[in-house]
């Protein structure tokens, strides 16, 4: 993988990884992963599942 790709694919995106709404900066901050990437957000899950850490990609069941 170039180096560019590599960046590119660690880029935090503005967008929930799993649903594709818009999830803002301070959001992907606090709740996302290292990466400031948010896995799931509030319009496709519950803020109890995102506050046990399913906005970082954590399997929380």
């Known amino acids: 993988m170039s180096h560019d790709a590599h960046a590119?694919?660690?880029a935090p995106s503005k967008n929930?990884?799993?649903?594709?709404?818009?999830?803002?900066k301070r959001f992907r901050r606090v709740h996302g992963d290292q990466d400031d990437?948010?896995?799931?957000?509030?319009?496709c899950?519950?803020?109890a599942r995102l506050h046990a850490g399913s906005a970082a990609g954590r399997d929380v069941g």
Do not use: T, V
């Open 8 to 10: 590119a694919a660690r």
């Open 16 to 24: 929930c990884l799993n649903c594709g709404a818009r999830a803002s």
């Open 37 to 43: 990437r948010a896995h799931r957000c509030p319009e």
């Open 45 to 47: 899950d519950c803020w």
